[in-house]
């Protein structure tokens, strides 16, 4: 069954259009070896939940954001910022699904907070990164922070298809 992302995006046609763009083997040796329509983020309907939550004139942080997908949730806040240091195993490159509004960096979150501060008045999200570290500071440095880590007992809730 796809994923309320994969049938959001492919709703449009643009969103069609970036989606096939990011999956084309050309640009994106071996994506679909870890992504497919089931499971475009590994939280499942989190960050839909949370794009309705934050107010739309707020700068979005999305530390470990993966191939960002979930950048269309945030397409029509300020802005969209990922964070994250993932290199393509094969090519040594990611195409990352981009909306008019992301910024990509490549770096990792201890990177990021040696370099940047975050806009007042932003959101951090931290969804399903594994660095305890990376999590300790996005807390530490963010305001308005959602960091979420689950090891344990609620998996099947979290994977749970079809947002009902
Ligand atoms: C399991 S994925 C989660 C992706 C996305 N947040 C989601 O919920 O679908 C974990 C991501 O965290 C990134 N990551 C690991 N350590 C990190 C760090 N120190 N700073 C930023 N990103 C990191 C990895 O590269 C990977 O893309």
Redesign the pocket.
């Known amino acids: 069954m796809s994923s309320r992302l994969y049938k959001s995006i492919t709703a449009t046609e643009a969103g069609k259009e970036l989606l096939d763009y990011v999956f084309d083997d050309k640009n994106n040796w071996g994506i679909s070896a870890d992504v497919n329509s089931d499971c475009l ?3 499942g309907d ?2 839909e939940l949370l794009a309705k939550i934050i107010p739309k004139n707020r700068v979005v942080y ?5 191939y960002g997908f ?1 950048a269309w949730w945030f397409r029509h806040h300020r802005r969209y910022i990922a ?4 290199d393509n195993p094969f090519t040594g490159e990611t195409v990352h699904f981009r909306t008019d509004n992301s910024i990509w960096l490549k ?4 990177e ?1 907070f040696k370099k940047f501060t975050i806009e007042e008045d932003s959101f951090a ?7 305890e ?2 999590q300790r500071l996005v807390r530490e440095n963010c305001h308005n922070v959602f960091n979420n880590y689950v090891t344990g007992g609620d998996c099947k809730a979290i994977f749970k298809r079809g947002g009902k």
């Open positions: 983020a590994c939280g989190t960050y999305d530390f470990g954001a993966a979930q964070i994250d240091p993932f770096m990792t979150a201890q990021f999200i931290c969804n399903y990164v594994p660095d570290e990376a």
